[in-house]
């Protein structure tokens, strides 16, 4: 059964400041998405990773993918207040029938406080 | 708007009680997906479709929840004889078959009383 574990689960930093949040992964997948959520909304898609290496960046937001390791990163660079959500790393699973949905980590609570 | 829509928004029920459930996805996209967030958690999939054929359903959480989405276009979730351990919030979302990322709509918030 995959599983998929983010770190931290809560993220208190200053405006500002650099930091990264980790997500790993139990099972061999080749897709791993990043979404956002606002308290009480719905969930927004940053990135797509599609293969190992793949890195992608929006603002100050860059993700990548190592698919050896099972590991993705999220890395906040110069924080700022409006970043503040909760962040979810998503992994495809696959079974006979193909692709899956997705299982999502637990979220990363991240606050930035001027 | 052309994103997801799911109605109702929330839905306060006695346990015991069926409800249900529809999402409307975006028009062009053939997979639907269905998944129950609770709270501090991330969401949990449960089922999805592509066009009408429901090509995974072993990870709906009982006997009691099943799906439709008869014309490939809206879909509905029921949950039968509810418990108070069902209440969540339960998200819709769709995407086209591929590596596309999945769109979510804003899902309905069950209380089961």
């Known amino acids: 059964e995959l599983k998929v574990e983010q770190n931290p689960l809560f993220l208190s930093m200053q405006e500002g400041k650099n930091y990264t949040i980790y997500c790993n992964y139990s099972?061999?997948?080749?897709?791993l998405y990043w979404y956002r959520q606002d308290p009480g909304k719905s969930l927004e898609s940053l990135f797509v990773?599609?293969?190992?290496?793949a890195v992608k960046q929006e603002g100050r937001l860059m993700a990548s993918l190592d698919t050896k390791a099972r590991l993705s990163t999220l890395h906040i660079t110069a924080a700022v207040h409006d970043l503040s959500a909760t962040y979810f790393c998503?992994?495809?699973?696959?079974?006979?029938?193909?692709?899956?949905?997705?299982?999502f980590g637990k979220g990363t609570h991240l606050i930035i406080q001027p | 708007d052309t994103g997801v829509s799911q109605n109702p928004r929330h839905k306060i029920t006695k346990r015991g009680q069926n409800v249900t459930f529809r999402c409307d996805p975006i028009s062009e996209h053939n997979r639907l997906y269905w998944y129950r967030q609770t709270l501090g958690q991330g969401p949990e999939f449960l089922t999805y479709?592509?066009?009408?054929?429901?090509?995974?359903k072993s990870r709906l959480l009982s006997d009691r929840f099943s799906a439709e989405r008869p014309k490939g276009s809206f879909s509905t979730l029921e949950i039968q004889r509810t418990e108070q351990g069902d209440s969540a919030m339960y998200l819709c979302?769709?995407?086209?078959?591929?590596?596309?990322?999945?769109?979510f709509g804003n899902g309905t918030r069950l209380t089961v009383t």
């Open positions: 479709f592509q066009n009408e054929a429901q090509l995974e």
């Open positions: 998503a992994v495809v699973q696959y079974s006979g029938g193909g692709a899956d949905g997705l299982t």
């Open positions: 099972t061999t997948s080749d897709r």
């Open positions: 979302a769709s995407s086209l078959a591929g590596v596309s990322p999945l769109h």
């Open positions: 990773l599609l293969s190992n290496g």
